[in-house]
């Protein structure tokens, strides 16, 4: 099992950068894939990026292409979202998950943190 804990969100002009960390305690961090998801005011929740236990696999919605980077650091147990460019519609509560399944499955997330707002000024 697995606990996560995200931090680094907050409010941000258009066109600005934010990074968001989310760090893992618990057994065998390094075993499981993570995700990011988002979950906007009226919208349904969506896997925005992934990342495979390895590091050498990802998944990027195609909303956050060339905008998004996910990495993970296994030694410290932390994984992290890079955020650059954002827009208005990048606003959202954002979420860190673990998964034991296919990176791109979102019913494969077993393991969540409490969410992080990420607030894009137009």
């Known amino acids: 099992q697995v606990q996560l804990v995200e931090s680094g969100g907050g409010l941000v002009q258009a066109g600005g950068s934010l990074r968001l960390s989310c760090a893992a305690s618990g057994r065998s961090f390094s075993s499981y894939a993570m995700g990011w998801f988002r979950q906007a005011p009226g919208q349904e929740r969506e896997l925005v990026v992934a990342?495979?236990?390895?590091?050498?696999?990802?998944y990027y919605a195609n909303s956050v292409k060339g905008r998004f980077t996910i990495s993970r650091d296994n030694a410290k147990n932390t994984v992290y979202l890079q955020m650059n460019s954002l827009k208005p519609e990048d606003t959202a509560v954002y979420y860190c998950?673990?998964?034991?399944?296919?990176?791109?499955?979102?019913?494969?997330?077993?393991?969540w943190g409490q969410g992080t707002q990420v607030t894009v000024s137009s």
């Open positions: 990342i495979s236990w390895s590091g050498s696999n990802f």
């Open positions: 998950a673990a998964s034991t399944d296919t990176i791109s499955v979102p019913q494969g997330y077993q393991y």
